[in-house]
């Protein structure tokens, strides 16, 4: 984004904001192409600190002059947000990363069709994002690219074709590092049950996951193989592996994501009436 002298503005300056004006600004963007609106006073401050970025507290002309808008407000807000910034966002492209909110609602409060929706996730905070991506068909190559260009600087993406598969991502990825911390909670607890500290337990705990990671994204190999390399015949993984299938554990966790997916829907049709 070094020379890219684009505009952008950003409706909610919260977690997911701040990671994509985060991965903006460490690819060189200037700090003053980005205009914030952001109503929560100490989220305003925090914004000025870390970004040196001054929000502002409601949608106002420095808007109008944004080529992109970006959507970081919580699905329950979206329609009063998109109310209040409408008379100022001109003929923008606009890219929300909203959990359920549908296009056709975004389209419907902000009447223009040029929307990209995608899901972002936290590790986007670390340049270590992976973000799923769908356009309206109004939406041309030119504008894909400039919301690739942004969104490259947060991490990994793909596009997908049709626009419920967002809710699948949803929740696969956009609440992944949720459970990821899950199981780091319960390696960090059954580490200290047996004798290690948490410091301990909590540092193996990271560790491992970022290199298994790290081995799942440079091999070809499928995880079930992967597992399997780790597996000693009447081993201690084996011992695991054994108690979790007794107690159904994979069958509980895919039917959690499961959950995930059909509240992405119930949100879409909760708040984008
Ligand atoms: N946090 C995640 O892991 C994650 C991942 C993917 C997508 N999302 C989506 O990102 C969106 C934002 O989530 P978040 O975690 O950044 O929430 P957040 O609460 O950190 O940020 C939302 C911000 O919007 C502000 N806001 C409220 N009303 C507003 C208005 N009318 N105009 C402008 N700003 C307003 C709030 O003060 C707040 O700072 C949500 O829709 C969520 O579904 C979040």
Redesign the pocket.
Known sequence: MANDNTRIGF????????AIIGGLIRQGMAASNIEI????EP?RAKLKEQFGITAQA??GAALAGCELVV?????Q??K??AA??KPHTGTALHLS?????RSDSIARWLGTQRIVRS????PALVGKGMTALFARDAVTAADKAQVERVIATTGEFLWVDEEKHLDAV?ALS??G??YVFYFLEAMRQAGKEMGLTEQQAYKLAVGTFVGASALAQASNDPPELLRERVTSKGGTTYAATTSMDSDNVKAHFIKALHAACKRADE?GNEFGA
């Open positions: 409706i909610g300056g919260g977690n997911m904001a701040s609106v952001e109503p929560y989220q409601e949608p959507w970081a407000v919580k699905p807000t979206f009063d947000a209040q910034a990363v909203a959990a359920g909110i899901m972002p996730n936290t949803t956009g609440s590092p949720a949100l």
